[in-house]
Nanobody, 123 residues
C-alpha cells in the first residue's frame, strides 16, 4: 500500500496550491479519503474527508470556502485545491485512507497514510 503526496511548496499569503495524493496497493474506490495537517509543535488535525465516490465532502471550519477536495477513482488520486492561503495553513499535509462506512475526522479511523508534503505560507 502506498499513498504519495505531492504539490506542496512555498506560497505567499492569498496564494493557491493543489496537492495530489496518488494511491496504490489497495482498492482505491472502496476507501474514503481524508486530508490532515500537522503544524510545528501542534497535533495533527483533520482538514477534509471525501467519500468513496467523491460525491460528499466534509471540511473543518477553518478551511471551508477556501479548500476543495476531489478525487479521480480512475486515476487512483485524491486532490486538495487550496486557495486564499494563510500563514496559519502552514503545515505538513497528509492524505489518508479509511474503509469505515461513515466519514470521519478521527485519524485513528484511517488505516493508510502518506509521508506528507510541506506547505509553507509566508511572504
Amino acid at each position: 500500500v502506498q499513498l504519495v503526496e505531492s504539490g506542496g511548496g512555498l506560497v505567499q499569503p492569498g496564494g493557491s496550491l493543489r496537492l495530489s495524493c496518488a494511491a496504490s496497493g489497495f482498492t482505491f474506490g472502496s476507501y474514503g479519503m481524508g486530508w490532515f495537517r500537522q503544524a510545528p509543535g501542534k497535533d495533527r488535525e483533520f482538514v477534509v474527508a471525501i467519500s468513496r465516490a467523491g460525491s460528499s465532502t466534509y471540511y473543518t471550519d477553518s478551511v471551508k470556502g477556501r479548500f476543495t477536495a476531489s478525487r479521480d477513482n480512475a486515476e487512483n488520486t485524491v486532490y486538495l485545491q487550496m486557495s486564499g492561503l494563510k500563514p496559519e495553513d502552514t503545515a505538513v499535509y497528509y492524505c489518508a485512507a479509511t474503509n469505515i462506512l461513515r466519514w470521519s475526522s478521527d485519524d485513528h479511523d484511517y488505516a493508510y497514510w502518506g509521508q506528507g508534503t510541506q506547505v509553507t505560507v509566508s511572504s
